[in-house]
T-cell receptor
Framework: GEDVEQSLFLSVREGDSSVINCTYT??????LYWYKQEPGAGLQLLTY?????DMKQDQRLTVLLNKKDKHLSLRIADTQTGDSAIYFC?????????????FGTGTKLQVIP | KAGVTQTPRYLIKTRGQQVTLSCSPI?????VSWYQQTPGQGLQFLFE???????NKGNFPGRFSGRQFSNSRSEMNVSTLELGDSALYLC?????????????FGPGTRLTVL
């Protein structure tokens, strides 16, 4: 089946850049997404990228997509302590008349003051 | 504008029971999607309702069902609860169906099955 993989943990110092990586296997992905989940809270959609794009920038967030390698990354510039959370990547793809939604395992970002 | 609300926030049930969770979308949003989050399986998509019809579904057994009312509020039902159904159940709303790039999530309902 289709998988979306992420490293479990990332630790960075406040002010540095964070890069969270994600690999996926479904070559028919339509959109790819990044979500943030803070402790005890629901999900927050941070940004998304259409599968025919290579890059998308939104303020401190930069999403890079390498379709050939099926690799997605989220770069957070000038990382702040408020960025500490779990980050999930996800993809949607067409599957038998449905939109299949698959999430990654999540990466816990720890920002050290 | 109020966000997505879910009730109850916490729930404890025993195996074999059934449970109903409720989700009220953002005013004007017509689509409601449901997700299950567990430590073992991670985040998984359950189903999506739009205009009172299920429009999309994930890979869950028939014990998991839902419905949507004319005011776009949605309920999710799990029958014959199993220990593995213990999870955080999240709902999300969007204006249109399949608009996963414009979803807003509720805080979730934490279900514990004993």
């Amino acid at each position: 089946g289709e998988d979306v993989e992420q490293s479990l943990f990332l630790s960075v110092r406040e002010g540095d850049s964070s890069v969270i990586n994600c690999t996926y296997t479904d070559s028919s992905s339509t959109y790819l997404y990044w979500y943030k989940q803070e402790p005890g809270a629901g999900l927050q959609l941070l940004t998304y990228i259409f599968s025919n794009m290579d890059m998308k920038q939104d303020q401190r967030l930069t999403v890079l997509l390498n379709k050939k390698d099926k690799h997605l990354s989220l770069r957070i510039a000038d990382t702040q302590t408020g960025d500490s959370a779990i980050y999930f990547c996800a993809e949607t793809s067409n599957s038998g008349g449905y939109q299949k939604v698959t999430f990654g395992t999540g990466t816990k970002l720890q920002v050290i003051p | 504008k109020a966000g997505v609300t879910q009730t109850p926030r916490y729930l404890i049930k025993t195996r074999g029971q059934q449970v109903t969770l409720s989700c009220s979308p953002i005013s004007g949003h017509r689509s409601v999607s449901w997700y299950q989050q567990t430590p073992g399986q991670g985040l998984q998509f359950l189903f999506e309702y739009f205009s009172e019809t299920q429009r999309n579904k994930g890979n869950f057994p028939g014990r998991f069902s839902g419905r949507q009312f004319s005011n776009s509020r949605s309920e999710m039902n799990v029958s014959t609860l199993e220990l593995g159904d213990s999870a955080l159940y999240l709902c999300a709303s969007s204006l249109e169906q399949y608009s996963y790039n414009e979803q807003f999530f509720g805080p979730g309902t934490r279900l514990t099955v004993l």
